[in-house]
């Protein structure tokens, strides 16, 4: 898959506004400040694809990001940091909700967490989610340059059986946007993903 080709197709604040539900969409969620959408920019070479903001949580929409007319990339709202009214984090809770149950193309999530501060109440939730429906999940310990290798192998180890615990199918890796390390991991888990003709391992209806 040429990840280098995604261009920007539309932001949608409700999940009937996403394109047809057909083809294979893969989705990138996270917390506000988890660094998703420097996740994003290292994985498609692009500086400015995926919005960085110093305002975490200013993303309100789901953005579509084209790779070929069969296969999407989703980038889904940042979540647990905005300073936005509680109703407004429970729509957007909602239609989080929705989109993994009831997105049939939906063929994985990569779920973002700070290496030094994973699997809070929000992360915990979207593995059940996912869980639930069948739906693949590969979690990137985002930041991983920020710690020494030693505190770094221990993070890894513990947020594993963490996840193990909540989603027992799941992935964890290590990862690092400016320093691309564990880019190749995350390179062979989504061309997986993108190759799957078949069906979730789960009927959502």
């Known amino acids: 898959m040429h990840y280098q080709k995604a261009k920007y197709l539309l932001g ?30 290292a994985l498609t070479q692009q500086k400015s694809l995926a919005r960085t903001s110093k305002t975490p949580g200013r993303t309100q929409l789901i953005n579509v990001f084209t790779l070929d007319e069969d296969a ?6 940042g979540y647990g940091y905005a300073k936005v009214p509680e109703a407004t984090k ?37 593995l059940v989610w996912a869980h639930e429906v069948g739906l693949p999940v590969h ?40 320093k691309k390390h564990g880019l190749d991991q995350l390179l062979a888990k989504l061309d997986a993903w993108y190759a799957t003709d078949a069906p979730p391992p789960d009927d959502k209806d």
């Not at 999940?15 to 996740?39: C, H, T, Y």
């Not at 996840?163 to 990862?175: D, T, Y």
């Open 12 to 41: 949608a604040a409700k999940i009937n506004q996403l394109p047809a539900d057909e083809g294979i969409e893969v989705a990138f969620a996270g917390r506000s400040n988890a660094g998703k959408s420097s996740a994003l920019n």
């Open 72 to 77: 999407r990339l989703i980038d889904l709202p």
């Open 90 to 126: 429970l729509l957007w809770q909602e239609e989080l909700s929705r989109y993994l149950q009831e997105r049939q193309c939906l063929r994985g999530l990569v779920l973002l967490m700070d290496i030094r501060h994973f699997l809070k109440d929000t992360d915990q939730q979207m």
């Open 139 to 178: 979690c990137l310990l985002s930041k991983s340059d920020k710690l020494k290798q030693g505190a770094k192998s221990k993070a890894l180890l513990q947020c594993k059986k963490q996840v193990s615990e909540l989603h027992p199918e799941a992935s964890v890796q290590a990862f690092s946007s400016t």
